[in-house]
Structures are given as C-alpha cells and as structure tokens.
C-alpha cells in the first residue's frame, strides 16, 4: 500500500500528515515546533518530526520511501482565480496586488521546486517530480471528512473562506469515491462573511472567530436589536437562497480588493457603530452583533445541510473546513434531524487540509480499497510523543524537582484530590493532539464545580478574555446526566444544552446587566463549563480513544462524585498548545498554574527553581535555526564565488573607467574575502542587502506600471464585454448561487498544479 506524505503550507496553519493503509501514522501542525501560532511556513520542522517518530518504530526511515507527496491545494487556480479578482475590481487593488504578486511570482508559482528544494534539505531525498501531487483544495477538505469517518457513504459539505476559486462545497462519498456536486465561489463564501465580522468586532481574522463564537451568547436573543442586525445582514450584506447559496455585496467588503474585509464606513452607516478597536471594552451592541451573525450562520449551515441532503439522499453528514470548526453551528445542523449521523474533522481547517490531500491521493489516484465502519482518527492524538526516560533525562538537567509515580492510577488520585482542592494542573500525556482543540493530552484542567475557576483560568492562566468559555471533559457514559442531547463528541465540536435539572434560574433583568456582571453568575451546578445560554463545548471521554485521561476524571468522579473536569488547551493566548515537555514545562512556571504532570511525573510550582526564560529562547531559537543552517563548506563556497563576482564587476569598472581607486578597492575586497571567513560574509551579507533594496524597488516599479498599464486596461475592455468571472451581480429571481459541478475525481485529477 502506498506510503503518502500530505502538506498544507503558504497560507495559514501548515501542516503534515503521513498515510499508509489506511492508517494516518502521524500528524501535526508546524506551528507546535516553531511556536509561531498558525505558521504558514513550509512545515519542515513537522516533517523532520514526523521522521524522528515514525524511524523508531521502523515506518518511515527517509523520505526516499514515499510513493508519493501531496500539496493540498492546486496553485496555478489560486493565480487564475487573483488575476480574475484584480480584473474584476481595477483599477482597485494595487495595494493588494503589490503585496502578493512577489511572493506568487518567487516562491507559488514554482511550488514543485520549492517543495523539491525543502524536502531535500530535510535528509536529502530528491522528490523527483512524478511523485509530486496536488489535490484541490475542498476534496482535500473533502476528503479529510469522509475518508477517517466511519461511514461507508455519506454527504459531504465543506465550507471555509476560500480554496482556489470554491468557498463552499457539496460532494458525496460512496466507498473510496468523492463526486462533488455543487460550488459555491470567491468571493461569496460563508467563512469570509464570518471573518469579516470577526474584523469588525475587534478581534484577529484566521484566528479570533472562536473569539465571536464565544461572544454571541452574550447577545441578548430577545432584543430588538439583534434582529435588526439580522435584517440588515439579510437585507444589505448577503442575499441568501433556500438551498443556502449567498451572494455577498461587494460594496461592504474589502477582502477582495482591499487589504482590509470590510468597507468600515458602509459597516458603520448599516449597524450604527464604528468597528470595535482590538483589546478596547466589549459593549452589548457588540455581543449583539456577534450573536446576529452567529444566528445567521447557522441558518445557512441548517440550509446547506439541508441541500446536502436532498441531492444525495445520504442519511450521513460529513463536515471539514474552518466553518465545521463553529461547534455551535455544528449543533443546530444536528438539531435540525437532516441526518442520522455527523462526523466532523477534528482539524476541520486548513492544516486538515494536509490529511485530506494524503487521503484523497490515497483513494481516488493510487485507487486504494477502502474499509469503512469506524472512526480511524485514533481519538485524534496523532502527533510526537516523548519517552518517560526523555522527560526524566530533562527534569534532571533542569533540576526541575518532582515526584515520580510507579502506579499510575495513584497518581490519577493524587492529582484528582488537587483538582477538587481548587488547583490547576498542566496535564502532559502521550501523543500530540492533531487539530485545534486539546483532548486530555496537552491540557489544563481545573474543577468545573468551582464558580471562580472561569476567572482564574481566563486571567490568570490562560491570560486571555474573561468571557471565553471553557469545555468539560465528561466520562462518556455519564454525559447523559447532565447534557441534551446524549451523543458521543470526542473531537469537542458540538455543543450541548446543560439539562435543567442542573441550571440555576437567572434573574429577569440579566440580560440588561453589563457583560462583567453576566460574566460570572453561577449559571449551574458546574458553572465554569456553563456558558452564558446553558451551552457547553462538551468532549465525551471514553476508555478506548484516551485511556490514562479516562483515568484520571474516573478518579476525580469517585473523589467527588462529579463526572467531569474543565479541559482546555495547554497554551497561553498567542502561542500554539505545548508540544515538548520543557513548552509545558515554560507554559507552568510563566503563568499561576499549581501543579503539572508529565507521563507519571508531578511537578510543584512552589518547589521549582526560577525558571529562565532567556535560556529558553536561547535554546528553542538554536533549535530552530539548525533545521535551517547551511552547510558551513557551502556557505564558504558561496561567500568566495560571490566576492569573485563583486571583485570582477569592480575590476572591470576601474578598467574601462580607468579609475585605479576602484580597482585598489576590488583587489582589497578580494583580499579580505579569501584572508577572512567573517569578513567575506558580511560583505556577502551587504552585497545581498543592497541587492534586495534595488530589487524592490524596481519590481515595485515594474509591478505598479504592469498594474496600470496593462491590467487596468484589460480589465476595463473586459467589463465593457460584460464579462463577470467572479459573479458580482446580484440575481434576485435566480433560485441559486451554487455552481453545478457534478464530477467524480480520478487518478488523473493529481498531477498538475491546476
Ligand atoms: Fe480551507
């Protein structure tokens, strides 16, 4: 069976991800080795990862043994679908258009080398070019839904911001095949238009739409005012179809054109307020706003879903793409009752996308037999783990002091007693989660009973906004007793209604409170993992997917007779979860957490030595820049034929000007060069230097009079034909936006770049 490598990379959240027989051997997002959150770097750290986990057990020794590796999108469409973009707007978009077209012409547009080049300088391996694929970017998504979920045939739907020219698809998968249905295309697309209110109410795009997620239920549902919001979103922003196509107004977005999503005056003209500045006061007409939002994208999930199940009459859902991240969302579709069953991908974003594309080459080029039936994420711990002689060789060089458990199940008591005495606990385990969410093995827990724990862990340890919610960790079997509806979530992407019987009753002017009063009023018998509307993020916990963390709320249960503990990420805002024992280890001693716990070790906080953080930095950039240092012989070489090439140049200047100062000048630089290493590198480095600085003058140059003299004109014959590539024009009598696709992916959809 083929040996498959899948990548994401150059956009957001870059990732790797190894396939063979089916069984995805490993998986991680590069930003965990590089703690850069969402890296879109080539993910070369994860790779060199991947290697090191897989030749211990014998997988994978090079990467001279794949069949083949994947790119998860196809590039040259991206080019087609920007050009499209700045024909259909200029002469706007030259701001945006100086900005990208470097990258795309030095590095996107040769993807295959670029991609050659990296994996060489991992261990070596020439990829040669019949082993580079490329899959589209939603059958990527596509495929990382369908393929890993248990079911045998199933709709698929995947939503995000933008692929290449798709934003949104419906496809259906029957065996190992993928037939997409219906698209829906840039720049009209359900991830953008939450994006662009994550923008406008003050938080990051590609990353704080969690943020809006947590803060609509702090809208006020029966307010006036949210459902004028509503109307204006329908009315103004958006005309949505029956079947869930939308068409956006491009009149109050910017992303197309722009270097902004929206046109904020047209946004505050429409809702009555200024966008919110990042990190200013969180007001009501704010939550308001996001709830508005929220509430319409769960009408056009519900919709899609809904189409999704109509064209193939499947009675199982699958979901990948940023939006299927909306675990709010994700719960109304469920609610809905289209489907007997859903299945989402854990890393239902773009580093899923590195999964998707290994699996679909799997599948639909090398024809792969596929076996269906149960869930093959293996509970989504997928990532580099670290042995217990490792850990211990690190505590000792650290001299960390800590106590050492023979009995696992001791320390599962122990440590259950600190999380009911109120603690906080870093809980390092086994493998690293693949996806987003943190799933008991890089994570931190705290009692959910306890009505201070929501503010002890917002401010204090995660150093983030005090309104996040946190999700409960719940022993499977007893998720029933306390949330509707009772359904198996390993994967924390649906929420769940905390049942009555356990809600304590607000009082009737709560929702006129300002947000810090509503913030913290104990909503419920377990109130940190009680959201504002009784929902919660709630992960099923069961023994075969997470055995030692089953253990450890089995113990806090028989502790305190509550079958649930608060589990969130093993991060602090702006960095990426924890993937080594020393991140945990730095996460603990720089934030107020009590304890941590990695493998069978249990470390004190008030025990430690002061922790360094210099030294870490110092270490984790040296391990950084050794993935990427040159050859020293190499380096040399270059150094030497690089001032050869100055010292010609200048030699023949002086020449032909008869000018001796510039030949005294080009013999000193020639002997400085071979006489010091030191030396001819900083001149090689000024030489580059000032190469760069002309350089970007001239392509910047070259590329504003490309822009105006070229494109801009084009453009404008092309709209006097009326030629409308990106369909900008609204169509009120047309039942829908999607575009018909109808078409099964094959071997030979894989080796080109389009
Ligand atoms: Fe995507």
Redesign the pocket.
Known sequence: MPLILGISAFYHDSAVALVRDEEVLFAAHEERFTRAKHDPAFPAHAIRACLDFCRSSGALKSLAELDAVVFYDKPFLKFERLLETYYAFAPRGLRQFMAAMPLWIKEKLLLKKRIGDELKRIDGTVVEESRLLFSE?HLS?AASAFYPSPFDEAAIVTL??V?EWATASIAQGVGNSIKVLRELTFPHSLGLLYSAFTFYLGFKVNSGEYKLMGLAPYGDPASARVAEFKQAIYRSLIDLKEDGSLWMDQRYFEYASGMRMVNARAWERLFGFPARQPESSIEQHHCDLALAIQQVTDDIVVKIARTARELTGLRKLCLA??VALNCVSNARVLAAGLFDDIWVQPAAG?AG?ALGAALSALYLHFNAPRTSGSDRMRGSFLGPAYSDRGVLQWADEHAAPRTAYDDFGDLCTQVSGLLADGNVVGWFQGRMEWGPRALGNRSILGDARSPAMQKTLNLAIKKREGFRPFAPAVLAEKAADYFDPDRASPYMLFTAQVKPEHRKTLPSDYHARPLNDKLYFIRSHVPAITHIDYSARLQTVDRNTNGPFRRLIDAFERTTGCPMIINTSFNVRSEPIVCTPEAAYRCFMTTDMDYLVIGNLLFEKKAQPVWSEAGYQARLKSRLSSVHAPNPEKKRRDDLAGIAVLALILGGIGAISHNQWVLYFAGAIATTGLASRIAAAWIVCIMLWIGRVLGAVNSRILLALTFGLLLTPLALVRRLFNRDSLKLARKPDASSYFTTREYTFGKADFRNMW
């Open positions: 970017h998504h995000d911001g692929g793409g940023g773009d996308g």
